[in-house]
């Protein structure tokens, strides 16, 4: 099912509209692209609606946020949603700042993404507005991370999906856990925002959004780990990754997945 | 003559003015530092005037585009026709909304660039404005592509340059067709602003706008090539890319081009 | 020292915000990663000030200026300089326009930052607002570096970092003479915004600014040449670059660092 969405990603090549933060828009275009996507950067507010409509997923992701370009999340949120066309938020640096917390609580109740893909703070600062994090890095037990997630999918109704050293992926009470991934992955910026990205590929492909949440993590999981292979450090690591999802096959896959269903 | 441009850029380092898209600034930065030019990125209203007056070619894309950029754009144009400093304009996903034909139509309208480069989907865009394109990516026959630059050429005065598996390099009815190129280069992002990019430096070394965008495709398929020789996937070859653009020889050049002339 | 300062950053991870350049944001984040700090870029009006709160040093590159950048540097670091938290200004094309030199005149008379870290060109740009610059590229002579690097010291009150074949580092009339380094770091875009940044990283672990800039230098310089090494172009140089800092030893910075003090 994880392969057949990777071959559906390579043959059908969707289109994915992406409104995010600047320090990443290369690199998750790159991946995208080397997954087999077609990636869109847009942000004009004459134009969002237009692109959006073209697309097959938006991913709509806080990193760099300004008030300009929260206009355009929700003017490319709303054209999304009257498509059906999936919706990923990445609430970058949630909880580090009011802005961004109210942003992504804003970009949440107005435009019912399908799926919240952040780090254990962002989650946590989603469901409770008292915590506090360290810019874009995070520290949880296990339970609190599941807690927290749960508690977040019953509350914005759909797949959250938590990047750590095990990812979980959340719906409802459904849980799936991956662990894969690497350390020199948390050495590289923009991780995260590539699983994002990847999510709204697979978005694409696939019509249940915890399967194509939880397919996006696997693969970012076992490209880390193959790329870390071959790496010295977090630069060639960079350019293994991009090497690694382009020319991923089903033994790659089937041989390294660490996955984990339970309820 | 090729061979002889990138010997006079390396030699002159000539200034380039791009205001670009987000995605692609570092990339083409590094791209015009490789080939031996100098780069500068800068879009205020406040400045680019005095920007564009320190440069020998200045370099429009429309990639992110939003109002802002369009008077920095409009301001950089006027003041490259007035010092008769080369234009190169890049009409980045042209035709998949309207703010963007309606922008770079009104830019070719104003400024008069001396070179439009783009994919044959941005080329159509800008003769009838009823084509859709998915993007910025484009299919269409070699005709097609042929006529559409003549038209575009003719029209708006200008050489009108299309990138795609054989580059077509158009002024009125002389042609140029070159059919270097590797397929790896539409699985990176930004390959074909870093073209309109090589091309401002070539505008600034040589007096005929066809030679120079001739000479830039060239020498983009023939880096591309020879990275994609060394390149395990999309991740090294832009390492290899950039390690190339900075190498060439003159024996890189003569043993690989493959260029054809007709009118 | 200066492989304790190497030491306290990948131990306490200082967290760097950046308010700086596009073309550079992916590149000064990975760097900073690979040191061992927690990069954070954020620019909007509404949570500058709340970032700054959180961080050990506070980054301003004024690359590609605007208004409301220019409004976010000043929040930001007025909230440092409330905090006591060590501010870096990077006045890259300072000279080169009227908006770059009046803003960055202005972000040092109402900020006084800790470091001054520039090129030639932009140093004396800050001292005497007839001087030309030609894009970031300068060319001086070592009597005239030092001399307006100890005239913006004393005028402005701080410790001012001047890259070039030798990195000079002045505070008052202390100097710091720094011969590490290779000529292909010209040749990658940014790679003066990337000293700018690991000096702040090195701010945030010593309390001393004159040895906190002369550790980013050496650090940079040092890299620069074991990145060098294993290069064959720009393209691999970055790549290495990053491993390198990444992987550092105290063997790599005592058998390599070549440091003058004088006064």
Known sequence: MLWQDILKIRKSSPLIHNITNYVVMNTTANALLAIGASPVMAHAAEEVVEITGL??????????????????????????????????????????????????????????????????????????SGAATKGVDSLHTPDEVRNDAIALSHAAGCVVSVSGSIDLIVEGNQLIR?????????????????????????????????????????????????????????????????????GLSETDMTQNLKIRYSC
């Open 55 to 128: 697309a097959q997923a938006l991913v709509l992701n806080i990193g760099t946020l300004s008030t300009p370009w929260i206009e355009a999340m929700l003017k490319a949120g709303k054209e999304a949603h009257r498509r059906r066309i999936p919706v990923v938020l990445d609430p970058v640096g949630c909880g580090a700042t009011q802005f961004r917390t109210d942003t992504a609580q804003k970009l949440i109740h107005e435009l019912r993404p399908a799926v919240i893909r952040g780090n254990a703070s962002e989650i946590r600062a989603l469901i409770s």
């Open 178 to 246: 991956i662990a894969n991934g690497h350390p020199l992955m948390t050495k590289v910026t923009g991780m995260g925002c590539t699983a994002s990205a990847l999510t709204g590929a697979f978005l694409a492909v696939n019509e249940s959004p915890l399967s194509a949440a939880a397919h996006a993590m696997a693969v970012m999981g076992i490209a880390g780990e193959l790329a870390a292979e071959r790496a010295v450090g977090p630069g060639s690591f960079q350019m293994h990754f991009l090497d690694v999802l382009y």
